[in-house]
């Protein structure tokens, strides 16, 4: 492969985007394909392993500069906090937590365990959505890049019976996937339904261990995502509300003590999980901001009557208040479509 290629496709594996600029870096040992001897392989590892990527690169005619600085990301992708903050609806708590822990474990020079998260509440309130934007965030290529590994419990994991050839399968894919980006990110949808042999399978990955000498897994980052906790989260949401309180009030140390006396936490997560994050049940504006969301990610005109009528389609709960959309905003993008011409 032709220098310039090489050094790009390194360069660009893996950037972190704040205020318009990158933080490129990945695991490399480019020299060694440069030059092909174990002697430069040996200095490539220990140069990228010094120090970071600067947040340079510059183009000199047909070739690629890039500075060498590799070890971890001190850099916190700012519009990641910002893109939140505008897209995601409701959710104070859960944009909290995650942009905090996210920030923190990039930012510390060596984490003691990788950054395991475990988001909670009903489908549609945004936890795939989070997940994604965490992964835009880290990576050019999103959910795309090689840097991601995506799992859904019964798409990849049918049957029980097979549960020695997933547990196989998925340490394979988790070794592998940080012995290539050291900075990884893996997203277990469903996670409620995971057979407990594989959360055995995951927990090495999770914990805390002297990775001397072995591939680090310190720096990956893991999300679970799950509906489990989602009625206890719903009914602090609804007393908060016919106390006459806003939802902006519920506390993260009120519902958090309420959710680990209600989630008994697997014995593969026990001691891993760094932080539960809570996801509230979305109202009739939220599902009204989503709307015009999704409007707007498709370069379509919208009016507020049109913006009400999506969100009347919508079933709300409980039978007495019809406070909480049954489906958060899960089929928002596909109700539009009555309205296009």
């Known amino acids: 492969m032709p220098r310039q290629h090489l050094l790009a496709r390194l360069c660009s594996e893996c950037c972190l985007f704040q205020a318009g600029a990158c933080l490129w870096w990945a695991r490399i040992t480019w020299r060694s394909s440069l030059h092909g001897t174990a002697a430069s392989a040996s200095a490539a590892r220990q140069e990228t392993s010094s120090a970071i990527f600067s947040p340079l690169i510059s183009t000199h005619g047909s070739s690629w500069a890039c500075k060498l600085r590799l070890s971890s990301c001190p850099l916190f992708p700012a519009g990641l906090e ?93 070794s592998e996937t940080v012995q290539l980006c050291r900075q990884s990110l893996f997203i277990f949808d469903e996670a409620e339904k995971l057979h407990f042999g594989l959360l055995d399978a995951i927990k090495p990955f999770m914990a805390r261990y002297d990775s001397k000498g072995q591939v680090d897994y310190q720096r990956s980052i893991f999300l679970f995502l799950s509906s489990l906790g989602g009625n206890t989260i719903n009914e602090v949401a609804l007393n908060f509300w016919r106390a006459g309180r806003a939802r902006e009030e519920i506390s993260m140390e009120f519902l958090e003590r309420r959710l680990q006396l209600k989630l008994q936490e697997p014995e593969g997560k026990k001691n ?14 939220h599902v009204k901001l989503c709307t015009r969301d999704a409007f707007l990610a ?44």
Request: net charge positive; aromatic share 12%.
């Open 272 to 285: 891993l999980i760094d932080f539960f994050v809570p996801f509230l049940p979305l109202e009739y504006h």
């Open 82 to 174: 910002a893109d939140l903050n505008e897209q995601l609806h409701g959710q104070h708590l859960a944009k909290e937590v995650v942009v905090q822990a996210v920030q923190r474990f990039l930012q510390s020079p060596r984490p003691e365990k990788a950054l395991v998260l475990s988001f909670h509440g009903w489908s549609g309130t945004g936890k795939n959505f989070v997940a994604r934007m965490v992964a835009s965030h880290l990576y050019r290529d999103g959910l795309k890049s090689e840097c991601v590994r995506v799992f859904i419990s019964l798409l990849h994991f049918p049957h029980h019976k097979y549960v020695d050839l997933y547990k196989a399968q998925l340490k394979k894919q988790i």
């Open 298 to 341: 498709r370069g379509l005109p919208y009016t507020e009557a049109a913006l009400d009528e999506v969100a009347r389609m919508m079933v709300f709960v409980p039978k007495e208040e019809k406070l909480f959309s049954a489906q958060g905003c899960k089929s928002v993008s596909q109700r539009i479509n009555y309205f296009l011409p």
